[in-house]
């Protein structure tokens, strides 16, 4: 979404021109977009989902107020009186791709999908007032889309533009947005949480299992010390086990990482809401830089047990 508020009125004619004359006076007011909202449902596989259809007056001037493309190539979607476009979380509840159809309820015949958008918070329907009008009949406008000028007090906005008596709500999207952005903030605690505590897992594994190798091989490390090898060859003859299992593990985890992520996103998903699937390379990069931390932190904390091996002590034990 580009608008920064969107106002519902009673969708009369002389409401609407009285609105447009308090927009257009007002400084605030980049530019506006008039248009129609409705809720209408959709059934599937004995599931209703509620969609917000927005039919905007002008929709070759509704990029400037909401940006429809596509998630993957960032290309444009144009209105056209082809079809509708959807949002991607809506085409999956529902099943279906670019040339399907879908019925609406309150609609008088099936609705062709002409494009799938990028969009992640809430169902969203657009189409133009030519097609709208082939599904429900003649479309009122009901909304007016607003941009807003830098650094405008959006208090004082709605104090204006309500106070002018021709709105009956305006909601800023800075606003609304901001329980989605709590929500993906939560959840950021969330995985840092987890990640904390996998890696102190990781940790402690590691370290576990190295010291127990060099408990089951002390007579032979202490073989290898007497033999006159240095401690740095010592080092390298035990760590560099961990070092490998630490490499092996790695692969293997950024591998099934990919599918978990799928997994723990489709699971955390809602109907309403859509999370980004991608994972950023930064995020597999951040993952092998904390294994490899770990791994050395390990191989220094072990390097002390190396040292105070007793080779007199060990020589004499007793298999």
Not at 95 to 120: K, R, T
Not at 189 to 215: K, M, P, R
Not at 283 to 293: E, G, K, N, Y
Request: charged residues 25%; aromatic residues 10%.
């Amino acid at each position: 979404l580009v608008y920064d508020a969107v106002g519902i009125y009673d969708g009369s004619e002389e409401n609407r021109d009285m609105l447009r004359s308090v927009l257009s006076g007002s400084d605030d007011v980049a530019g506006c977009q008039f248009g129609a909202v409705r809720t209408c449902t959709i059934r599937s596989d004995n599931k209703k989902y509620e969609v917000t259809v927005t039919v905007p007056e002008y929709p070759d001037a509704l990029s400037e107020f909401i940006v429809l493309r596509d998630r993957k190539t960032k290309e444009p979607f144009p209105l056209t009186d082809d079809g509708i476009i959807l949002n991607e979380k809506l085409a999956k509840l529902l099943n279906v791709s670019v040339g399907d159809s879908i019925s609406l309820e309150e609609a008088d015949q099936p609705a062709a999908v002409a494009a799938i958008a990028e969009n992640y918070a809430l169902n969203r329907i657009w189409m133009t007032p030519a097609y709208s009008d082939r599904l429900f009949g003649e479309t009122e406008s009901n909304c007016v889309f607003i941009n807003e000028e830098p650094g405008t007090d959006e208090d004082a906005l709605a104090e204006h533009l309500l106070g002018s008596g021709t709105l009956m709500r305006l909601d800023f999207t800075s606003r609304s947005g901001d329980s989605f952005r709590k929500l993906v903030r939560a959840l950021g605690y969330v995985v840092a949480v987890v990640i904390v505590f996998s890696g102190l897992l990781a940790f402690v594994v590691l370290y576990n299992l190295a010291n127990i190798n060099i408990l089951e091989r002390n007579r032979e490390l202490a073989t290898v010390k007497v033999l006159g090898f240095y401690d740095k060859e010592v080092y390298a003859y035990v760590l560099r086990e961990n070092i490998l299992s630490a490499v092996l593990g790695m692969a293997a985890g950024l591998v099934a990482g990919i599918f978990l992520c799928r997994y723990v996103v489709v699971t955390a998903e809602v109907d309403v809401v859509m999370f980004a699937p991608e994972i950023p390379w930064y995020c597999f990069a951040l993952a092998a830089v904390m294994t490899i931390l770990f791994t050395l932190l390990v191989n220094l904390l072990l390097r002390r047990r190396l040292r105070a091996i007793d080779m007199a002590g060990s020589m004499k034990a007793i298999e």
